[in-house]
């Protein structure tokens, strides 16, 4: 039996799309974080499986929650802003029902922002998102992976496989998750890792950042949405570097 998980809050322009594409699914559970649109009642269309988690800075927080409440022994993490092809349904039914010894398996995504593919700038990358419910347990962590118990198999980087995560439409889109995600890196670098800030970083840090996806990954070839891509990746981790430094005003 496959589960389908898919996280929200706020997500009445997107939960459509993204619900539509998993009715294939044995079960769809939504778990909500108290959404202030029409999240809840654009997934009571799709499922009566809804739950409700208090609201945190990122969905990873709530993941191990939403797993306890799926009954699938295969679980699909979906966010809002992911369209996954029917090629890929068809493949992970399959898996399910194989004679695998495997309990995870990596899924290719392909970013879309501002309304284009970042074939250069954010190629595509794997992401541990079709699991065996039993071997996974995920961090409480922006941006990490889940923590499986057992072999990975990944996919080909096939069309029919390629999900499409369209990160932002717009530059409001993008700066608020940027506000939310640098919140938690830079408390996770502080409180985990003992990563304290400078001048010299503050410097040093974004602008590596623009050179890793402007020009080593050839974001230049992505046309304008690769430059602006490549600017706010550099703001991002200035925003990191910042927060790290008012953390240290904070406490000493």
């Known amino acids: 039996m496959i589960s389908v998980i898919v996280n ?17 699914a044995d079960e769809i559970v939504v778990v909500d974080m108290y959404s202030s649109d029409r999240s809840v009642e654009i997934a009571r269309k799709y ?18 929650f939403s797993l306890s409440k799926a009954i699938g022994d295969w679980v699909l993490i979906v966010d809002p802003d992911e369209v996954m092809p029917q090629g890929l349904s068809d493949r992970l039914r399959e898996i399910s029902l194989s004679e695998q010894d495997f309990k995870a398996v990596a ?10 593919e970042l074939r250069h700038t954010y190629p595509l990358i794997w992401k541990l998102r079709f699991l065996k419910k039993d071997s996974v347990d995920f961090p409480k962590r922006v941006h990490s992976d889940p923590v499986i118990k057992g072999a990975t198999y990944h996919l080909p980087a096939e069309s029919r496989y390629i999900t499409k995560h369209y990160v932002a439409e717009d530059v409001y889109r993008f700066v608020e998750k940027m506000n939310r995600y640098t919140s938690d890196e830079a408390l996770h670098l502080y409180k985990d890792n003992g990563i304290r800030s400078s001048l010299i970083l503050m410097f040093r840090k974004p602008v590596a950042e623009f050179i890793n996806y402007y020009f080593k990954r ?9 430059f602006i891509f490549s600017v706010l990746m550099a703001v991002y981790r200035f925003l990191i570097y910042i927060k790290l430094w008012e953390l240290d005003k904070v406490n000493y």
């Open 47 to 64: 499922t009566d499986k809804i739950f409700y988690h208090e609201r945190t800075i990122s969905v990873l927080y709530a993941r191990n």
């Open 218 to 226: 050839k974001g230049y070839k992505d046309g304008i949405e690769g």
């Open 107 to 116: 899924i290719p995504f392909q970013t879309i922002c501002f309304g284009r």
């Open 8 to 24: 929200t809050y706020n997500e009445e322009k997107y939960l459509d799309r993204c619900l539509t594409q998993l009715t294939w």
